[in-house]
């Protein structure tokens, strides 16, 4: 089984759901993304499910950064889900974990 994204026009992640898996061929569709994407009319990624911190649990190839959660972003560039910024204090994004590090002021 694999996971899919639906993110809306700003790419924030409005659902995950459970689909076929990417290799699997059903009748004439093979390509899921864009089968799921095509039903909806929203654009739907494969998100992986044992991707976290830029790392796959299992030591498999880490895919698209995180595994998407509801209010995550979709950055194009680094083919990434990236979580929602913290709103207090200041974060840089760490582009080798895709996750937000807190900048501690130096006294």
């Known amino acids: 089984?694999?996971?899919?994204?639906?993110v809306n026009e700003n790419?924030?992640?409005v659902e995950v759901i459970v689909g076929r898996d990417e290799d699997e061929v059903v009748g004439s569709v093979s390509d899921w993304e864009s089968h799921y994407s095509e039903i909806r009319g929203q654009k739907c990624l494969r998100t992986?499910?044992?991707?976290?911190?830029?790392?796959?649990v299992y030591g498999g190839t880490p895919f698209r950064?995180?595994?998407?959660?509801i209010g995550y972003f979709y950055d194009e560039q680094l083919d990434a889900f990236i979580p929602p910024k913290p709103e207090i204090g200041e974060y840089v994004l760490d582009t080798s974990t895709y996750l937000w590090i807190?900048?501690?002021?130096?006294s």
Do not use: L, R
């Open 1 to 6: 089984m694999a996971h899919y994204a639906f």
């Open 11 to 13: 790419n924030i992640v």
């Open 48 to 56: 992986s499910y044992n991707t976290i911190a830029g790392k796959h």
């Open 65 to 69: 950064g995180n595994y998407a959660g």
């Open 102 to 106: 807190e900048v501690i002021p130096e």
